[in-house]
């Protein structure tokens, strides 16, 4: 079945870089688009970035324009979300998923603090 485990989180100081992955397994990973998802205490999940099968092409949410960059590894089933500048509101438990959605990983908490 489809898992997804992504990992890299942590706490962070304001202006500074984390790096998630999530490791993929159980369907055919190049045939799929990937997402990263956030979801803040008390917020509604959001979607933050994309990436097409190939890594052609991403989209990113306005908020984390410029800061993140989505990317992945067809040949070791990975998809990576590089988190520059960051910033207290992007406080979230992050998750990816693919595209169309399967269910959903554990997540991996990113703290922004001083």
């Known amino acids: 079945q489809v898992q997804l485990v992504e990992s890299g989180g942590g706490l962070v100081q304001p202006g500074g870089s984390l790096r998630l992955s999530c490791a993929a397994s159980g369907f055919t990973f190049s045939r799929y688009a990937m997402s990263w998802y956030r979801q803040a205490p008390g917020k509604e999940r959001e979607l933050v970035a994309t990436i097409t099968t190939t890594g052609g092409n991403t989209n990113y949410a306005d908020a984390v324009k410029g800061r993140f960059t989505i990317s992945r590894d067809n040949a070791k089933n990975m998809v990576y979300l590089q988190m520059n500048s960051l910033k207290p509101e992007d406080t979230a438990v992050y998750y990816c998923?693919?595209?169309?959605?399967?269910?959903w990983g554990q997540g991996t908490q990113v703290t922004v603090s001083s």
């Open positions: 998923n693919t595209i169309p959605r399967t269910p």
